[in-house]
């Protein structure tokens, strides 16, 4: 398994605005639509990556408890489909109706939603405050498939407690750690 690093954009960044197509509606899902009242998590996922699966029934409870206080969230696959087809939209259907996604599951085709917000691998997780400032990127938790640390999303519910409870986020933000985003070839952001 390869091992990307988020790449860190910098706290403060206005939340990149993006118009996607929900796989499951058929419809198209606004940044506006999604955010929440209180903050908002964008998430990015992708169907077929091991680090993803081995987070994602945390990303479902992380969600449901989160959404009633507030938060908004949505899950995001930029992945070029044509070389690794089990990202593919269909598929994608499939995945978020496996994990009871309680949140929107779009497909970023040209993937410049990904290059907006630098993202580098999946998962990769930015929280932004209810101004849609960011305030929190990194990982979900130090655990990692084979690592024999319990998946508990130990660091972004504290991101998400410390806005809910008015305190200030911890300085020490980690770098998630997954599968480098599958970019195509002329889209290639190096």
């Excluded at 089990?86 to 499939?94: F, G, H, I, K, T």
């Amino acid at each position: 398994m390869a091992r990307t690093p988020s790449n860190m954009l910098p706290l403060g960044t206005q939340a990149p605005f993006f118009t996607l197509p929900n796989p499951l509606t058929n419809k198209n899902v606004t940044l506006t639509e999604v955010a929440g009242e209180r903050g908002t998590v964008v998430m990015f996922i992708c169907n077929h990556c091991p680090f993803v699966k081995h987070v994602n029934d945390e990303i479902v409870r992380i969600a449901n408890d989160y959404r009633v206080l507030g938060f908004g969230f949505v899950a995001i696959s930029s992945n070029d489909v044509e070389n690794y087809p089990e990202d593919s939209p269909w598929l994608m259907r499939e995945t978020a109706r496996k994990y009871n996604f309680s949140f929107p599951y779009l497909y970023d085709e040209t993937q410049q939603t990904a290059k907006d917000y630098d993202a580098a691998c999946t998962p990769d997780f930015y929280l932004f405050d209810a101004e849609l400032k960011l305030i929190y990127r990194g990982q979900l938790d130090d655990s990692r498939p084979g690592n024999g640390i319990p998946v508990n999303g130990r660091d972004l519910r504290e991101a998400l407690d410390n806005v809910f409870n008015n305190r200030q986020q911890n300085e020490l933000q980690k770098p998630s750690l997954g599968c480098g985003i599958k970019w195509k070839q002329e889209a290639n952001p190096s």
